[in-house]
């Protein structure tokens, strides 16, 4: 939490490093901004702050249509909140209420409905219902202005159950229908793609990211270049494919996107932020390793802007780290190479956009075949139908650390590997890796590694980047 001094210096100077931190209210407007707005700063006994964009929204101001606080980057978990809550609003940003009811999504979690909405109301002072809504504006809000999809499409993707709720809660939110804010922002892009852009704070190391990405890219699922990356990606029962082109001067990324299931819209947008790591504090996190490490060569060897190089999901990561056991990156490419023209199944991207061609297997066609064309010892193949036959019969509860170690051939290291890049943990470390190992030899750096909890798996990402 900032003092009211510190949210003072950075909303006068604009500082991007607190963009999506906290959210600036003018009580004489009833409109809240981003700190990094570019109108004329308000007195400031005439302000409020809030650390979410859904609080002000709460206590009834309407976003800034200039700095658009629906296109920052996003906050920490809610601090203080219980690990429920802190879930459950994790949960309903992916849009869980808009495929299941309160009691389902409380039941989730091992509660009760009733004590779920006692805890929202305590915690965050309004219900998860309320919350939600606010989260499905914030959404609608940014299609309008940056995407040329329908209005129609916009209710639908942002999880509104009809255009008639829409409209009504849109125009409570924000004082004005969709399609009048949608005149006010026409968009002609010309192109199949739905374009947003997916801001992030400053410092953002995008060459030392996108080196880690290129000797792992995955050919056929994956494309690179000098400034963007992108995939092709399977969702529930969705099918789509990205392009991310970084733009540092103004602190984002372009997002085009393409995708055959409007209603995935938010659930898909919110993960490719967690692949590229977008809502990190890079320099908290820093600071604090920094103050882990003691004032060794190796706290000054940490690169700035250092993220977690994300993998699209927990299935995906655990093959990888199945395949890439006891040998080198370069033969694990390979052999996942071979692994995605033998069983991926066939996808149309653009040529424009690199040779995106194919989907990552599904769990289902790995489960069933024998893995011939692979080379690797047969335990291993084993492991890898053992490991997609878990995913095939119960995708819901397949992430367990019991049921990942129950299959033989998957230990910890494998299982933390995923949990690093499939789920983005801040907190993993692998100090069992040989890599480890010798970045810790190399530097010769004696300290207690629980002390840099918990951002430990930024520190595992800062050891391999030193090798």
């Known amino acids: 939490m900032l003092s009211q001094q510190q949210y003072h210096n950075a909303r006068i100077s604009r500082d991007a490093r607190f963009d999506g931190l906290f959210f600036v209210a003018v009580k004489t407007t009833g409109i809240y901004c981003r700190p990094i707005c570019p109108a004329p700063a308000a ?58 009811s309160l009691p389902e999504l409380a039941g989730r979690l091992g509660i009760g409905d009733r004590y779920l ?8 002072g309004v219900s998860p219902q309320a919350y939600a809504q606010l989260k499905r504006c914030d959404f609608a809000k940014q299609l309008l202005q940056n995407s040329e999809l329908p209005v129609t499409e916009v209710a639908l993707a942002s999880g509104f159950g009809s255009l008639r709720q829409f409209n009504d809660q849109f125009k409570k939110y924000l004082g004005q229908s969709p399609s009048a804010l949608r005149k006010q922002h026409k968009t ?14 400053p410092p953002y190391n995008w060459p030392l990211l996108r080196n880690f990405i290129e000797r792992r890219l995955l050919k056929g699922v994956e494309t690179l270049g000098e400034d963007f990356y992108g995939r092709s990606f399977s ?12 733009q540092g001067e103004k602190n984002r990324f372009w997002l085009k996107l393409r995708l055959d299931s409007i209603e995935q819209l938010r659930p ?11 809502d990190a504090n890079t320099q908290a996190i820093e600071s604090h390793l920094k103050n882990a490490i003691g004032n060794k060569p190796l706290a000054k060897a940490l690169h700035p802007g250092l993220r977690l ?47 995106v061609n194919k ?36 995708s819901e509860q397949a992430f367990k650390a019991d049921h990942w170690l129950a299959i033989k051939g998957v230990g910890p290291w494998t299982l933390n590997y995923a949990r690093l890049r499939g789920l983005s943990e801040p907190d993993i470390l692998l100090d069992g890796d040989l890599g480890i190992k010798k970045a810790m030899a190399q530097y010769h750096s004696q ?21």
Request: glycine share 8%; net charge neutral; charged share 20%.
């Open 359 to 394: 989907l990552f297997p599904s769990p289902a066609r790995l489960a069933a075949e024998t893995l011939g064309e692979l080379k690797m010892p047969g335990a291993r193949k084993q492991s890898l139908i053992d490991f997609s036959a878990l995913y095939s019969n119960q």
């Open 235 to 246: 969702w529930q029962r969705a099918e789509g494919d990205f392009i991310a082109h970084y």
């Open 188 to 201: 002609k892009t010309g192109s199949e793609y739905i374009e947003l852009p997916l801001a992030f704070r």
């Open 447 to 467: 300290f207690k590694a629980e002390d840099a909890a918990p951002w430990r798996s930024y520190l595992n990402m800062q050891l391999w980047s030193l090798l």
């Open 43 to 100: 007195k400031e006994q005439n302000v409020e702050y809030f650390t979410a964009a859904w609080q002000a929204g709460a206590q009834g101001y309407r976003p800034c249509l200039r700095c658009r606080p629906d296109a920052s980057p996003g906050s920490p978990a809610w601090q203080g909140a219980s690990s429920s809550v802190q879930r459950a609003m994790q949960l309903i940003d992916q849009g869980t209420l808009e495929q299941s």
């Open 268 to 278: 898909v947008i919110k993960n490719i932020r967690r692949v590229l790591d977008l």
């Open 309 to 355: 190089p994300g993998i699209w999901s927990a299935y995906e990561a655990g093959i990888r780290a199945i395949i890439g056991q006891q040998i080198s990156v370069v033969a694990a490419t390979g052999q996942l190479a071979k692994l995605i023209a033998h069983y991926g199944s066939s996808y149309c991207g653009d040529p424009a956009d690199g040779p």
């Open 117 to 124: 909405r006692k805890l929202f109301e305590r915690e965050l």
